[in-house]
């Protein structure tokens, strides 16, 4: 018996120091980000965390400083579209496929690690579109899911830092002791990443991989029958209902009320689509009522902006139904740095700089 506990001691030692050292290669190699404050979700591929939701959800306590920050959420095209490596230098201070039900939640997450003086230095740009308001049990009705359990969701759970309750997700670990569980968890993190990056590897070696270059996106022209099926998906994907979500719509207008009274700043950046998608889709004429209606009833209260792109529209500037080809990514991006010239960066009371958060969490299928 002596013998047996003694071996099992030498093993948990041996797991221990053999799990330390992975924990501590994951910092050589895969460090932390060094500026704090600075988040682009976008490029998490080159991160430990791989993705873009466990980015946000695992990352997320680097925006607990007073510092301007400039929070991007929407939909993969918001990613595709907004891009803060060319917004950067244009905006005088800045140094640094979901629904709106996604888009709450990383705002709440968000929220959950920033103290009172933080939140009210937020600026949320959320890029939406027709698309955007789908209910969360159409939307995310995958088998390998739980029925209404969004990305964000997923990464709740997949490593215990919540549990699943009636109510909805309930915290396990406080959310100050985010980073800590995160170092806890790095040699996992690596060794899914390695995984990840494998499987990436002999994907691209067998032909099979999907990810397109940016030089593939400008280069892409679609057919009439890529338009047709791309119509069809987006019917499919709306749940084939006539109309938006009417719940998702009254959550974006609540989740504005509440950041506007809480001191932060909104913009609400309508994407353009190419015009044939516009013009052909069943959900245009919905879609801009409830647009409309959203303008009128904020459009007098401090704190918010509405920024229209309706004229970049053209069929050519896209690579497929909804993502902006690299050379009009410029322009989006151009457009909103305007805007958060005149929000953020002429606000004398605040800090002199701003921090611009790529959340690009969310792809539709797309």
């Not at 306590?61 to 991007?72: E, G, H, Q």
Request: glycine share 8%; hydrophobic share 40%.
């Amino acid at each position: 018996m002596k013998y047996i506990l003694r071996q099992a001691a030498l093993t948990l030692v041996s797991f221990v120091f053999l799990y330390l050292v992975v924990a501590a290669a994951s910092l050589i190699f895969l460090p932390r980000p060094s500026a704090v404050g600075s988040m682009y979700a976008e490029a998490a591929a080159g991160t430990l965390y791989m993705t873009s939701p466990k980015y946000v959800f695992l990352g997320r306590s680097a925006l607990d400083n007073p510092d301007r920050k400039v929070i991007l959420v929407g939909a993969s095209n918001t990613g595709n579209g907004f891009r803060p490596p060319i917004m950067q230098p244009l905006v005088n201070c800045a140094n640094g496929g979901a629904n709106i039900s996604e888009v709450r939640q990383v705002i709440d997450l968000v929220h959950e690690v920033q103290d009172e003086g933080a939140r009210r230095s937020d600026t949320f740009v959320v890029g939406i579109w027709y698309g955007m308001f789908t209910g969360s049990e159409v939307r995310y009705a995958d088998p390998d899911r739980h029925r209404g359990d969004t990305d964000i969701d997923i990464e709740r759970y997949r490593y215990g830092f919540y549990r699943r309750t009636p109510d909805g997700p309930v915290a396990v670990l406080p959310p100050k002791w985010l980073d800590a569980g995160v170092t806890l968890l790095r040699p996992l993190l690596l060794l899914e990443r390695f995984v990840r990056d494998a499987r990436t590897a002999i994907a691209k070696l067998t032909g099979r991989s999907l990810d397109r270059t940016d030089a593939e996106r400008e280069m892409a022209v679609m057919t009439e029958k890529e338009k047709l099926d791309a119509l069809s998906y987006w019917r499919q994907g709306m749940g084939n209902q006539k109309e938006i979500s009417a719940q998702q719509v009254d959550l974006l207008k609540r989740t504005i009320d509440e950041l506007l009274r809480s001191g932060e700043q909104v913009v609400i950046a309508d994407l353009p689509l190419p015009a044939w998608h516009r013009d052909t889709s069943p959900y245009r004429a919905g879609y801009s009522q409830a647009l409309q209606t959203l303008v009128q009833q904020f459009s007098d209260r401090p704190g918010f902006r509405f920024m229209s792109m309706a004229d970049l529209d053209g069929d050519l500037d896209y690579s497929d139904e909804v993502h902006a080809k690299p050379h009009l990514a410029k322009v989006w991006s151009t457009r909103l740095a305007d805007t958060l010239n005149s929000l953020v960066c002429n606000d004398t009371a605040g800090s002199h700089s701003a921090t611009l958060l790529q959340q690009g969490t969310v792809n539709l299928g797309k």
